[in-house]
């Protein structure tokens, strides 16, 4: 059914219709109304990944993915469509799944550290203006410098705090630090806190191995975050999911071109990545999406309207299927139209009437071919999963967490001593903070006691001096590195 080196999705009459695995990393378009397909789509090619040996993560915005981890059930429907395909030796088989949820009720807790998400992303969760963004970042400077780790709200907390006690001397280096901003970055760390958030921050922190691996038959395991309770929050889903892609796009080494990806991520409802994003952070984005398949990493952007995503981001996805698009009003005529104008035609298929004619299951596709050029766009019947269409019950779901072999990993949450401990212990023990910084050195020589500002400037320059120290190394989107 499947050439070597690619991965079959469906066929456009008798022809296979097939995506490189090389060209993976090349990025990827599922885009569709509600309805169209999309889902099953995006369940064949995990499936169909996961068999070629390269591991998947997606988020589950339905609950329907979960059905990726079990067999499917036969149906009148379903056999019509493996007839009609010509699918010779279709059968029903589970995907190897981990199962991961935010809030750790569906699956293993998935959790970062204050610190390793960094303030930019961390104000766009918190949605701050670029006043309050700059007053975190100060915070999180002096974190740095003052060797504090910030792995939960309650550090975090404690830090802005501290900030705001000792903003007078701040202010010399950095400029005004107002206490209204400090007092609205808190009153916003509340409304996350009630959302949730506690359960986001914390240790331990996801290890991305964890998410790249193979079970023992050398398939990829699936990794499936659950996200359904996240869609009342988007802001939360979308930051999370950037966060998770900007530490792939730091920590993982450049491997040049593979034989097939490292890992494919789908990143599902993708307008609420784009939507009301600053200018400077859709640039960011869009160094990540080019540079990121140098990692060995595929991202396939899943949402309803093409147009969703800015051009410059579009522009890299080079393998793209469009399910239907329906055009009532003018305007949605010229988003069919603009969908249109995405694809390389041969003049056999009138591209803009076919998006509003396609069927349930059907898609117009165009994968790379084997130079690295978009492909002819193909009217495709996609394949079915050999897994479920539907979820999978509490029962199924609950007999692959207790068999994963990440039980018991992220479950039990640790507490370690950090920032909101430390500044408690110098509190109680009257240290100001030049003094918990060099103590030892201050005593010996009898130093008369520093500002916090002297004693922050000369950190400072310790530190542009080549020695590091207890600063934390930032990347493209502030997060650790």
């Known amino acids: 059914m499947e050439t070597p080196g690619s991965i079959f999705f469906g066929k456009a009459g008798e022809q296979s219709v097939e995506l490189k695995l090389a060209l993976a990393n090349r990025h990827g378009l599922i885009a569709g109304a509600t309805g169209t397909g999309k889902t099953v789509t995006l369940q064949v090619l995990a499936e169909a990944f996961s068999r070629s040996g390269v591991p998947v993560f997606t988020a589950d915005v339905k609950g329907d993915l979960s059905g990726l981890a079990v067999a499917g059930t036969p149906s009148d429907k379903l056999n019509a469509r493996v007839q009609k395909l010509g699918l010779e030796g279709f059968g029903h088989e589970g995907t190897p799944v981990l199962f991961w949820d935010l809030h ?3 699956g293993h807790p998935i959790r970062t550290t204050i610190s390793e998400m960094g303030p930019l992303l961390l104000a766009r969760l918190l949605d701050l203006n670029e006043t309050q963004e700059g007053v975190l970042q100060i915070a999180f400077r002096m974190a740095d410098e003052e060797g504090l780790l910030l792995l939960d709200l309650k550090d975090l907390r404690s830090m802005l705090a501290h900030l705001a006690e000792h903003r007078a001397e701040v202010q010399q280096l950095y400029g005004n630090v107002s206490t209204a901003s400090i007092g609205a970055i808190q009153r916003r760390l509340l409304v996350l806190e009630e959302a949730g958030g506690t359960d986001f921050f914390g240790e331990p922190a996801l290890r991305l191995d964890h998410i790249m691996q193979h079970d023992f038959s050398g398939r990829g395991v699936v990794s499936i975050l659950d996200a359904t309770s996240l869609m009342s929050n988007p802001q939360i889903y979308s930051t999370f999911l950037l966060w998770l892609l900007s530490e792939l796009f730091e920590e993982l080494p450049e491997v040049g071109d593979l034989e097939k990806p490292k890992l494919v991520f789908f990143f599902d409802e993708a307008h609420l990545l784009f939507r009301d994003a600053p200018k ?9 999406a080019r540079l990121i398949r140098s990692k060995g990493v595929g ?17 890299q996805l080079g393998n793209r299927v469009q399910h239907a698009l329906r055009a009532f009003t003018p305007k949605d ?5 603009a969908a249109a104008e995405n694809f390389r035609s041969d003049g056999t298929i009138d591209v803009e009437e076919a998006i509003t004619q396609l069927e349930i299951g059907e898609a117009l596709v165009s994968t790379l071919d084997h130079k690295g050029a978009p ?3 193909v009217r495709t019947l996609i394949s ?5 269409m539907g979820p999978a019950s509490q029962t199924e779901r609950a007999d692959v967490l207790v068999k994963s072999p990440l039980r018991g990993v992220y479950e039990d949450v640790v507490d370690r001593h950090s920032a909101y401990e430390m500044l408690k212990q110098r509190r109680e023990q009257g240290v100001s903070p030049q003094e918990a910084q060099e103590p030892e050195e201050r005593k010996a020589k009898g130093h008369q006691r520093q500002s916090y ?5 000369k950190s400072v320059l310790r530190n542009v001096g080549g020695t590091l120290g207890r600063k ?5 989107f502030g997060t650790a590195k």
């Open 472 to 476: 934390i190394m930032r990347g493209i």
């Open 384 to 388: 079915p999963p050999s897994s479920r």
């Open 299 to 315: 991202v396939f952007f899943v949402t309803q309207n093409p147009a969703d995503v800015p051009e410059r981001v579009l522009s």
């Open 453 to 457: 500002a002297e004693a922050f400037f």
């Open 104 to 106: 750790g009720k569906k």
């Open 280 to 288: 400077a952070l859709l640039e960011k984005i869009e160094t990540v």
């Open 333 to 337: 005529r010229k988003v069919v139209r």
């Open 375 to 377: 492909g002819v766009v």
